[in-house]
């Protein structure tokens, strides 16, 4: 049986997408983040050393990383390859976008995000009154001169691919769509309408059976709007 360390508000919930589109059996171990510093709590430590989640227990193996996680999974279970580009006899162009979203929606996707989250938040944190303006002052420096841009490239580059395909490798769903459904989700809402592409993409896979059920089986998520 796959076991599913679901932290709540979390990448986990990509994993148990995932897993309904694949119709894979598998069990759910909760976790509630704290309220107050919405960190994990201690005892995913005792799962993974890193204390994050998404993990998964797979025949005795512990696994972290939302991508090897869903690299792992379709290797094994997707052998028709429903959700992924098969990789022979010759590299498609189909497999090259799978693998590049499949690495980007964490390596260069999330980072921008994370950061406007995180000045936002010590715009609003508990200080001395003294230091507010201060703090105030750095958040709104540090957006205006790095993680905006940064974050307008990013969105727009998303706003311009999904303009071209309906799916990030193609013409068909594939799993580097449920990888990517995080920053992407994250992003139209913030962006609201201003993404016209962003935004049905966000509406097709929301309108997605196994999306659907992955949701009531692991709780809505709204971590990053």
Do not use: C
Not at 28 to 45: F, G, N, S
């Amino acid at each position: 049986m796959i076991k599913v360390h679901h932290l709540n508000n979390s990448r986990s919930q990509r994993v148990l997408w995932l897993l309904e589109e694949l119709q894979l059996p598998y069990e759910i171990v909760r976790y509630q983040r704290d309220p107050k510093t919405m960190l994990a709590p201690p005892e995913l430590r005792a799962i993974h050393p890193l204390g994050k989640s998404p993990v998964v227990e797979l025949d005795g193996q512990v696994l972290a990383e939302s991508a090897a996680i869903i690299e792992t999974l379709t290797e094994r279970y997707d052998s028709q390859h429903q959700l992924s580009p098969p990789p022979h006899p010759l590299e498609s162009e189909e497999r090259r976008r799978y693998r590049y979203w499949l690495h980007y929606a964490e390596g260069s996707a999330m980072p921008p995000l994370l950061m406007s989250l995180v000045f936002a938040r010590l715009k609003t944190a508990p200080m001395p009154f003294f230091a507010k303006p201060i703090a105030r002052g750095i958040a709104d420096k540090a957006m205006s001169s790095f993680v905006g841009p940064q974050l307008a490239l990013h969105l727009g580059y998303i706003e311009s691919e999904l303009g071209q395909r309906p799916w990030f490798a193609g013409e068909r769903f594939t799993a580097a769509d449920i990888q990517m459904s995080f920053p992407v989700e994250a992003a139209a809402a913030r962006a609201g309408g201003k993404r016209p592409h962003t935004q049905a993409f966000v509406e097709r896979i929301r309108a997605r059976s196994a999306y659907q059920r992955a949701v009531e089986k692991g709780g809505p998520y709204s971590l990053l709007s």
